[in-house]
């Protein structure tokens, strides 16, 4: 037995160090981090989001958010030019949709922009503006809401501006307060993705 | 190298072996699943109080932006008293809280505006073209006393009234006084007959801006005289307290103008005014709004006073 006896420390040791080495790394995974993805992949999310959120900003800042809402035909039922109701893999043709086209188009960046609306009877339904197709798994979303006055005015082609909304027919959003100024609240969303 | 079997005493080498393997492993597991844990539960809703937060901010912008379009609305349509006034934007301000909960509620969120309160005031404007006197003619009258703020003062020059070139001290004066400092505003008429703009802040008259003929816009609110900047048309920074706007020799030129006082008290019976010249009517100076927003993880509520032309608030 006595001739076992450098075997028998030797395993003890090994056993000691696997044991103190595997404590040590358990302690040092604690750190609080998502198990799927990587940093870096984390990291292109948010610069994406800054960038879509930002792009919001000055677009409600400048005031071209609203003229591109406004932007609609209402004999055609569609927005001005565009292939279908809505724009299909381009911008629109205002500064809004010049503006998405600069910051996220030289990017590498496809988006959908939709406009949200109350319905008269109060529901809540869409009206796509542009389409780039089905959302990447890394997809962000922004939003900003828009109010709609009985006295805007839609915007022809040109982007001049037309008859009141009081006045003209065909828009795609109802006039959802009649007895007062308020004609109704849009919520446009910007949902962009690399591709 | 030793048995793997159990036998005498002492030959627990292999048992240790592989009772340690096994707690390392045991421990590497927990680990993982108390990250996965914590993530979810402290780090993700970190991540969502801050959205809600800054949703929360946003929300309050936008309610600012609607009430200033609200106001200059009712400003339009509604300003045959100001018990109507008040009534339709409170009414427009309800329909717009209405929509952008709908709106909200989509999200799993709660958002709205409430109109808190009013500073009414009074908008006094000539629309067409006529002199710059009073509506008996006086060419020297005060268009507003007792104010203490005025927004959207736009007047534009169309016209000569005279037939001769007017200096300094005959040519149309706005004078604006709050008693112990005075601010005024000069058109002259130069020898080469161009329209001369000038200022008096309290130091002395300075030139602000030259043009070649009439028309001649004077904005303001963006300080600016035929679309060029003029930082001393700012006479806020002059008068202090209850102030009095003046038109002196309103009789030397045509045009237009309009303004909006805090002043409620201003009618149309004063002889100051009539419907073919400088009218008055009530006004929604500003509006206090409370604005709110509720989330899973967010309370928000604020009281903001909105001056239509003074940003964001």
């Known amino acids: ?195 | 190298m030793a048995r793997l079997t159990p036998g005498e005493a002492g030959d627990r080498g292999q048992l240790m072996l592989v009772a340690a393997v096994f707690i390392g492993v045991l421990l590497v597991v927990l680990a993982m699943v108390l990250n996965a844990v914590v993530f979810t539960g402290v780090t993700a809703g970190r991540d969502e109080a801050v959205r809600d937060a800054r949703a929360a901010e946003r929300h309050r912008h936008e309610s600012v932006r609607a009430t200033g379009a609200l106001v200059a609305a009712v400003n339009r349509r509604n300003d045959t008293s100001h018990a109507a006034l008040w009534a339709n934007l409170s009414d427009g301000l309800g329909d717009h809280s209405r929509l952008r909960d709908r709106h909200a509620a989509m999200e799993g969120r709660s958002a709205g505006v409430e109109l808190a309160g009013v500073t009414n005031g009074t908008r006094l404007r000539q629309p067409a073209a006529r002199n710059l006197t009073n509506a008996s003619g006086a060419p020297t009258w005060t268009l507003a006393a007792d104010v203490t703020a005025t927004r959207d003062f736009e007047l534009e020059l169309t016209g000569n009234a005279t037939a001769t070139p007017c200096s300094l001290t005959d040519c149309f004066r706005i004078e604006i006084t709050d008693g112990t400092d005075t601010w005024r505003l000069a058109v002259n008429q130069t020898v080469d007959g161009r329209y001369e703009v000038l200022v008096d802040d309290g130091g002395g008259w300075l030139a602000c801006e030259t043009v070649d003929s009439l028309p001649l816009p004077i904005d303001f609110e963006n300080g600016t005289v035929a679309g060029t900047a003029c930082p001393s048309l700012r006479f806020e920074a002059v008068v202090d307290g209850d102030y009095a706007v003046s038109f002196v020799n309103g009789d030397t030129y045509d045009g237009t103008y309009e303004l909006l006082t805090d002043n409620g008290t201003l009618t149309d019976a004063h002889p100051n005014y009539d419907g073919g010249g400088p009218t008055v009517s009530p006004a929604v100076y500003a509006a206090t709004v409370t604005v709110t927003f509720e989330s899973r993880l967010v309370a928000y509520r604020t009281t903001v006073r909105v001056v239509p032309g003074d940003g964001d608030g």
Do not use: C
């Not at chain 1, 420390?9 to 981090?33: D, M």
């Not at chain 1, 989001?49 to 035909?73: F, I, M, R």
């Not at chain 1, 030289?106 to 339904?125: H, L, M, Q």
């Not at chain 1, 005015?153 to 065909?170: I, P």
């Open chain 1, 1 to 195: 037995m006595t001739a076992r006896g450098q075997a028998y420390t030797l395993e003890a040791i090994l056993a000691a160090l696997v044991l103190i080495g595997s404590v040590a790394f358990a302690l040092g995974a604690t750190g609080v981090t998502p198990l799927s993805g990587t940093t870096a992949s984390e990291e292109a999310t948010d610069r994406l989001s800054g960038l879509v959120e930002g792009t919001l900003d000055a677009a409600a800042a400048n005031g071209s958010l609203k003229p591109t809402v406004l932007y609609w035909n209402g004999s055609e039922k569609r927005f001005h030019g565009a292939e279908r109701a809505h724009y299909v893999s381009r911008a629109p043709p205002t500064a809004f949709g010049r503006l998405l086209a600069r910051t996220l188009g030289d990017r590498s960046v496809a988006f959908n922009v939709n406009v949200y609306y109350v319905t008269a009877g109060g529901n809540r339904t869409v009206q796509p503006l542009v389409s780039h197709g089905t959302p990447g798994d890394d997809a962000v979303r922004a939003t900003r809401v828009v109010g709609l006055s009985d006295g805007d005015r839609v915007r022809a082609a040109d982007g001049t501006a037309g008859a009141t909304l009081a006045d003209a027919g065909g828009f795609y959003a109802p006039n959802a307060a009649p007895d007062g100024p308020v004609y109704n609240v849009v919520v446009v969303e910007v949902i962009a993705w690399h591709v």
